[in-house]
């Protein structure tokens, strides 16, 4: 039996992680669960599942949590350090679906006792990206990519020369406001950046969609993952979300990897890597969807694409400070202190005052650092918000 992990479990991508195990539970030993705020789920989870472990993130809700698996024989734990201690609990696999920067411990921990880390937390990558691959590289371990534009890459590089390779374009469906007029943006609620055209996802990295603050990530992390350089990596706005990603090489083919809108089919790639096995996920009718859509993306409508060129030229801790910095504007969005369009504002003042400060640069990666600069720039950030609003 496989001995499988999953962090996040509760979200969107935790779900769905659930789901594919419990389809062949004979396969898997489930080690540790973690969620959050959402301890009903995670005890009912962590019982389907006979997991090891179930760990939520916040200590206050260690005792609900302890109530609801009273008698189970499952362990319980709370609070970050507990969710980084379950990570270094032996497993063959891993996946990471946490949302934000708070994924990066628990993934460094899967990676030092040697799991396969399918990674679907995009963050850890923006933040302390060589960190993360010497840590693999260290430990002999792997890190798989969950993240749908990344594993349309890495599916369409199988068997290729990397050298070959001419440039990487990764798709965008553009979000709730693509066709909004750009003086309309300033007015856009949380609730209408939370209604993705395409995707069911975690509230978070719908509303990243609407800003594209979802799509500079995964520039960023485009660049972390296979090491192209920036001028390789291109965003083009698809709004049929049909194509996840194109690889270009040097005879002038393009690959493109195309798939039904269904978060199922990275995890499943992940999850049975490096074989192909069946998943339960839509068979694409090409007929009736007829026709697929490109556009160049507008960067006086997405400025954050521009910030994520901006932090891949600068290096250093610059993914830490504009994670950091992105998390902090996005809670003020969502708590509806700053508009929609000012959340590239604090996140490009942070940037500019941390780079003059010399605060974004090092030789060395170290996680000390990364989280010093993460903490240093969400303070930044949020009095930058609080003066806007
Ligand atoms: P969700 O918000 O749906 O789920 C997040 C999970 O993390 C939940 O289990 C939540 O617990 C838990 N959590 C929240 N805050 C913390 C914290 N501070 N510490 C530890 N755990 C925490 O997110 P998604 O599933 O949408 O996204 C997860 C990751 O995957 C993100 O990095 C996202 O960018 C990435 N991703 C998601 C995709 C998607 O389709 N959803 C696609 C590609 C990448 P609880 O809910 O119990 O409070
Ligand atoms: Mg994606």
New binding site residues.
């Given amino acids: 039996m496989r001995r499988v992990s999953i ?10 992680t659930v789901d594919l195990i419990s389809r062949a539970p004979e396969e898997y030993q489930v080690v540790a669960l ?6 009903a ?2 005890a009912e989870q962590a019982i389907a599942l006979n997991a090891e472990i179930a760990v ?3 200590s206050e809700c260690k005792q609900e949590l302890a109530a609801r698996l009273s008698g189970t024989g499952i362990d319980v734990g709370a609070g ?1 350090d507990a ?1 980084a201690e379950a990570a270094e609990r032996p497993a063959d696999w891993v996946m ?5 920067a ?2 990066l411990a ?1 993934g460094l921990a899967a990676l030092e006792q040697g799991a396969t880390l399918a990674l ?5 990558l923006v933040c302390a990206g060589a960190l993360l691959m010497e840590t693999a590289r260290a430990h002999g371990a792997q890190v798989l990519p ?3 534009e990344h594993s349309a890459v890495a599916q369409a590089l199988v068997g290729e020369d990397i050298s070959a390779v001419e440039r990487v374009i990764i798709t965008a469906s553009g979000g709730a406001f693509r066709d909004w007029p750009l003086e309309d943006l300033p007015k856009a609620t949380p609730e209408q950046a939370a209604k993705h055209p395409n ?8 509303v ?1 969609s609407a800003s594209m603050f ?1 799509k500079s ?1 995964e520039l960023i992390e485009t660049r972390e993952f296979f090491g192209f350089d920036p001028s390789r990596i291109e965003v083009v706005v698809h709004p049929q979300s049909l194509i996840h990603a194109l690889v270009g090489f040097n005879d002038g083919a393009l690959m493109a990897h195309v798939g039904p809108p269904d ?1 199922r089919h ?1 995890i499943g790639y992940a999850l049975h890597y490096p074989d192909r096995r069946h998943l339960p996920v839509e068979r694409l009718d090409l007929v009736k969807i007829g026709r697929l859509d490109f556009r160049e993306p507008c960067e006086r409508r997405w400025p954050a694409l521009r910030l994520a060129r901006e932090v891949m030229r600068s290096g250093g801790v610059s993914g830490a400070a504009f994670n950091a910095a992105k998390e902090v504007a996005l809670d003020a969005f969502l708590a509806r202190q700053i508009r929609f369009t000012d959340m590239a504002a604090v996140v490009e003042e942070v940037l500019e005052t941390m780079e003059r400060d010399g605060a974004l640069k090092c030789d060395r990666m170290r996680l000390d650092h990364v989280m010093e600069t993460d903490h240093l720039a969400r303070k930044r950030a949020a009095e930058v918000a609080e003066l806007i609003a």
């Fill in positions: 962090f996040g479990a509760t979200g969107s991508i935790g779900e769905n973690s969620g959050g705020r959402n301890v789920r995670l939520t993130c916040y970050p969710i990471s679906a946490i949302v934000g708070a994924g628990p679907a937390n995009k963050e850890s969950v993240d749908s995707w069911d996802m975690g509230l978070r990295i719908t990243d979802n990530l978060m990275a």
